[in-house]
């Protein structure tokens, strides 16, 4: 099964600061088969990103997704309030469906 | 409005069996596609299983399940059930029903319930 690393693990940033998390695959990633979740404390994920780098219904354009083979980006611009949480990506290119073991982004 | 609400979480002793359901309403429950998702405490997220459309109603598990956990639908309730035997320690977690997107050729997950505590110990 492919394995996702995400790095860092912690991300102290402030409001209004720029994000970069990244993904990295053990293996390729067939067809860019990338998505990206937020999870915040005792919430649902929620879909943020699929196909690597389209946005999902009613994600902000302040999220944008990148990469392809075995490295991908989440990057989020101007930090708002409500984005302090944490990150997974999940690939879908190859079975078993497996996901990073997440980042979370903090406030400084 | 898409709404997907699981139940039947519990306390559990180890090799006990529970059953977990998930009403999904706002969608056409006949040709979605259903996945379960858990995530232990204070860790990461990690599939489980899922069934496919009424018309194929195909199911695969993730390795760790296979042969304990069995997911069926009722189509006359708009319901996914998640039937869990021989349950251990490391099941333990809140575990999520979830539809497989379209947008995603059904492999990633759009819609989320808020989850259900299963709880796994002597």
């Known amino acids: 099964e492919i394995v996702l690393t995400q790095s860092p693990g912690t991300l102290s940033l402030s409001p209004g600061e720029s994000a970069t998390l990244s993904c990295r695959a053990s293996?390729?990633?067939?067809?860019?088969?990338l998505a990206w979740y937020q999870q915040k404390p005792g919430q649902a994920p929620r879909l943020l990103i699929y196909g690597a780098s389209s946005r999902a219904t009613g994600i902000p354009d302040r999220f944008s997704g990148g990469g392809s083979g075995t490295d991908f980006t989440l990057t989020i611009s101007r930090l708002e309030p409500e984005d302090f949480a944490v990150y997974y990506c999940?690939?879908?290119?190859?079975?078993?469906?497996?996901f990073g073991q997440g980042t979370k982004v903090e406030i400084k | 409005e898409v709404q997907v609400v699981e139940s039947g979480g519990d306390l559990i002793k180890p090799g006990g069996s529970l059953r977990l359901s998930c009403a999904v309403s706002g969608l056409t429950f006949s040709d979605a596609w259903m996945s379960w998702v858990r995530q232990a405490p204070g860790k990461g997220l990690e599939w489980v299983g899922r069934v496919k459309d009424r018309r194929s109603g195909a199911t695969d598990y993730a390795e760790f399940v296979k042969g304990r956990f069995t997911i069926s639908r009722d189509e006359s309730k708009n319901t996914v059930h998640l039937q869990m035997d021989s349950l251990k320690t490391e099941d333990t977690g809140v575990y999520y029903c979830?539809?497989?997107?379209?947008?995603?050729?059904?492999?990633?997950?759009?819609?989320w319930g808020q989850g259900t505590l299963v709880t796994v110990s002597s």
């Open positions: 979830t539809h497989e997107s379209s947008v995603c050729g059904g492999e990633c997950f759009d819609f």
């Open positions: 999940q690939q879908y290119g190859s079975s078993p469906r497996t």
């Open positions: 293996q390729s990633v067939s067809g860019s088969y």
